[in-house]
Each structure stands twice: as structure tokens, then as C-alpha cells.
């Protein structure tokens, strides 16, 4: 991670349902399980099948997670679902999209 908090992610495993583990360029890794952050709705909405989850593989030019279908998480907010370490100031709060 640099100093102002960017990480990014060098590699995915799916550990089966909706959880992965992420390994990030600054040493840190950890599971995560993507039910309890995500809302299985528009370019999510394959991931609620856990066949379409272990399709996850590293984005060669964004440096974080992403799907056959574009969708990625931001590596930083992966970094924090995945770490619980908190997220760099500049970054906010997350916010939930609204049902």
C-alpha cells in the first residue's frame, strides 16, 4: 500500500459460496465473503450464483478483482471488506445503493 492508502490486488481464490480470499501488493491478505457486502443486483447480479463468484480472476490493468461480465470492486474497498483495516480518509464512507 502506498502512503496515501492505494493497494492493489495480486491474487484471488475462491474458497467456495461467496467468499474469496485477496492477496494485496502490500503484503496484506484476507477472506472475504461477498453476501455480507454486496447487493446481488445489476452488473452484481450474476454473483449471486456461487458458479459465476468462482469465475473471479485478477484484472490485468485495474489491479483488483473482476468477473466475464466487467463487473470489479474497488481494490480499496476490497482491502478493507477483506482486512477490516479502515479505509484512508480521502476515501469516505462507503455507501449502500438504496434497494
Not at 33 to 50: E, I, R, T
Not at 80 to 97: C, R, S
Request: aromatic letters at 8%; glycine letters at 10%.
Amino acid at each position: 500500500m502506498s502512503e496515501d492508502g492505494i493497494v492493489g490486488v495480486v491474487s484471488v481464490r475462491w474458497l467456495g459460496g461467496h467468499r474469496l480470499h485477496v492477496e494485496f501488493d502490500n503484503g496484506d491478505a484476507g477472506d472475504v465473503d461477498l453476501a455480507k457486502h454486496l447487493k446481488f443486483k445489476g452488473v452484481f447480479a450474476p454473483l449471486k450464483d456461487p458458479a459465476y463468484v468462482a469465475k473471479v480472476r485478477v484484472d490485468d490493468e485495474g489491479d483488483t478483482i473482476c468477473w466475464p461480465n466487467q463487473a470489479d470492486i474497488d481494490p480499496v474497498v476490497l482491502h478493507h471488506y477483506a482486512t477490516g483495516k479502515p479505509l484512508p480518509d480521502w476515501a469516505g464512507p462507503i455507501v449502500q445503493a438504496d434497494d
